[in-house]
């Protein structure tokens, strides 16, 4: 197992053993790969997704059978909705005694079926190369997505013969298309020139499927807007003229106005989410949808549909930047830019509390142009969203599942991957007690993590959600208990600070850039601050 | 609309499960699965039948697709070549033993079993036959039935 993932190139795991998995990390002792022991199996697999994310190569965790394995569980779940390229290695109990409800045995395989994108329960030493091979294959092709192999502990201790380590997958059933049909996309083309009030919409596809340069040159070449949806941040500069910015339930009104006016939207691996596009039906009856997908399955699933292409973004992107004549929607491009130039912000700077708004957009000032930025679900996902801007780096979230607790390991797994680039996790206090042992885990791999705590002792979002939907009858959204976070990341031997309004927080803030060392910048944040 | 998809499959373990979790989570529900060998000893068929309109017929179709092991799906019309296995006692007594007898004379099926106080037919045809040969037996009394579920290929 470790030959082959030495085979592919691996060069770190993040893991935690048990005795199941015992054989593997024993042989692991003698490998190059470098191991980061987590503080729980779940945010192993968080990490190896924010390192996926940062490297565009598949992460990897390991843990054992049973619990170890179960506790994976939601970080391979979060992985699957947001389509992310994580390999998770489990261990099991001995061949003859599976199904036995021996110790420490859980049906992995089984409990995952739902949310892998394949899963394997090898049964012999002599396939562990091309599980490997198919299993690195499936998870990085196509749509991407999370690729389970579980591996007794008595084929893990099987001497095979020889190695040998397959060069190529063969799969039958897994044949990804990458190009699109040329039918449609003259088919596409001719739509864009009929159009007068086209726009693009970009989600998470584009960003996974590298497409940046080629989203690029067809905007610009043909004029047409782009929103993007909380997955797609991040897919061009968003001080970009052509960008206008995050549509959706969260995003911004303008963004989500040239969606309601357009007579044409190109849906580019984006897959027309509840909560990026409330009402899909309604949009497609407006507008004629062109939609770009991978999966062919992501096509008409949520909104009908008038020209479908199946294909990678990228190729099929670069196909239209060739061909697409200029889009004659002059007037529809002023109208869309006046109505981002017309709005105004929310959160002012205060005195009082740090106004998580503007602190955001002045941290965004602040911060490196490549920087990478982690947020967790809840609030502070959406203040990070739509007021931190993205220019050549990347916005790490939990956008399908909405994970709490992805933003700490997320950018851990982020920072081993890009150690010179910043990285930053913006976490409320609710999300970021879910993973704060993990702090540890920080420490160990002397990774200069910077965390942002947007703490209001509530829980912010669903509190919101109790004021709108049940008249402000809040329960169980008062953080009673929340600890000194500043005394408890120092404990840890993480410098920190607590920042009382934002002239304060900004000071801190470029301290924390500053500080070779992770740092933990704890804002007081008034629970009255609405999301938008 | 019913709809039957005939599923080539890799003949591998937890190849069903993963097939049968796929309907179970997305809510489209099977009225019939069988699953047998094919010519080719790599490779297993699934004929499904399931209930659905266009637009899940569709995602059916897609979403089995996206199944690793699985290597072909395609959907059969009306017109396919489709067959049912069906077992069923009876209860009978000397008096309508014969009229039993006489009802698997009619349908074709045969008396695979008799005793004292039931006959149990085997029978294979279309799932409607199967259907009609149920009906006919019902007023003297089923006892039990087992049935394999619609198996079809398609013409030519």
């Not at chain 2, 017109?79 to 074709?108: F, R, Y």
Request: with cysteine; proline share 6%.
């Amino acid at each position: 197992m470790v030959k082959c993932l030495e085979a592919e190139g691996v060069e770190i795991l993040f893991g935690y053993p048990g005795a199941a998995i015992c054989p593997f990390y024993d042989a692991l002792y003698n490998s190059p790969i470098r191991h980061v022991l987590v503080r729980s199996e779940q945010n192993a697999a968080h990490m190896a997704s924010g390192y996926a994310r940062a490297s565009g190569k598949p992460g990897v965790c390991v843990a054992t059978s049973g619990p170890g394995a179960t506790n994976l569980i939601t970080g391979i779940a979060t992985a699957y909705m947001d389509s992310i390229p994580i390999i998770a290695i489990t261990g099991q109990v001995n061949l003859e005694q599976l199904g036995r409800d021996v110790f420490q045995e859980a049906d992995i395989t089984g409990a995952c079926e739902s949310f892998t994108k394949h899963s394997y329960l090898v049964k012999s030493v002599e396939e562990l190369p091309r599980v490997f091979k198919e299993a690195f294959h499936i998870a990085s092709t196509g749509r991407p997505g999370p690729v389970l192999i579980d591996v007794p502990e008595d084929v893990q201790e099987a001497l095979a013969k020889s190695f040998h380590y397959p060069e190529r997958a063969d799969i039958p059933g897994y044949k990804p298309k990458t190009g699109g049909h040329p039918m449609q996309i003259k088919r596409a083309l001719e739509a864009i020139s009929q159009a007068s009030r086209p726009v693009i919409c970009c989600g998470g596809g584009v960003v996974l499927s590298g497409a940046r340069e080629e989203m690029t040159a067809f905007a610009q070449k043909s004029g047409i807007p782009i929103v993007s949806t909380m997955m797609g941040i991040g897919v061009m500069p968003m001080d970009s003229p052509v960008y206008l910015g995050m549509i959706g339930r969260y995003g911004r009104s303008y963004a989500n106005r040239a969606i309601g006016e357009a007579d044409l939207i190109l849906l580019c691996g984006a897959r027309v989410g509840d909560r990026a596009i409330a009402l899909p039906n309604q949009v497609a009856q407006q507008a004629k949808i062109i939609h770009i997908d991978i999966d062919p399955a992501e096509i008409g699933k949520n909104m009908r549909v008038d020209v479908p292409i199946v294909g990678d973004i990228k190729t099929v992107l670069a196909a239209l930047a060739e061909r697409v004549e200029p889009a004659h929607c002059q007037d529809w491009v002023e109208r869309v830019l006046r109505y981002k130039r017309e709005f105004v912000p929310r959160g002012e700077d205060r005195e009082d509390r740090v106004e998580p708004r503007s602190f955001i957009r002045a941290l965004s000032a602040m911060m490196e142009e490549d920087a990478i930025l982690t947020a967790d679900p809840g609030q502070g996902q959406i203040w990070a969203a739509i007021n931190f801007t993205q220019k050549e780096g990347r916005f790490l979230t939990s956008g399908g599942l909405g994970t709490m607790g992805y933003a700490l390991p997320a950018a851990l797994g982020a920072k081993l991957a890009k150690p010179r680039r910043q990285v930053l996790a913006v976490c409320g206090d609710g999300a970021f007690q879910m993973s704060l042992c993990e702090l540890a885990t920080v420490v160990a791999s002397h990774a200069p993590l910077k965390i942002v705590v947007f703490d209001n002792r509530r829980l912010g979002m669903v509190r919101e959600y109790q004021n709108s939907r049940y008249s402000g009858r809040h329960i169980a959204t008062h953080m009673d208990g929340n600890p000194d976070f500043v005394a408890l990341c120092r404990a840890y031997g993480i410098p920190a600070a607590l920042a009382e309004n934002n002239r304060q927080a900004e000071v801190l803030a470029a301290e924390m850039l500053q500080t070779p060392t992770p740092f933990v910048l704890v804002c007081r944040v008034d629970p009255e601050t609405p999301s938008v | 609309m019913k709809y039957t998809l005939s599923v080539l499959v890799e003949n591998q373990p937890g190849v069903l499960s993963k097939v049968v979790s796929l309907f179970a989570r997305r809510g489209y529900n099977i009225d019939s699965l069988a699953v047998g060998t094919t010519e080719d000893t790599t490779m297993s068929r699934m004929t499904i039948v399931g209930e659905g309109d266009d637009h899940i017929l569709e995602q059916v179709e897609k979403q089995l697709n996206k199944v690793i092991p699985v290597i072909k799906v395609r959907s059969l019309g009306p017109d396919a070549v489709t067959a049912e296995l069906l077992l069923v006692k009876v209860a009978c007594d000397p008096q309508t033993l014969g009229k039993v007898n006489q009802i698997a004379a009619l349908m074709k099926a045969e008396v695979a079993d008799v005793s004292k106080a039931t006959v149990t037919l085997r029978f294979a045809g279309e799932h409607d036959k199967c259907e009609t040969l149920c009906d006919l037996l019902r007023p003297y009394g089923i006892r039990e039935i087992s049935r394999t579920g619609v198996i079809a290929l398609e013409r030519g």
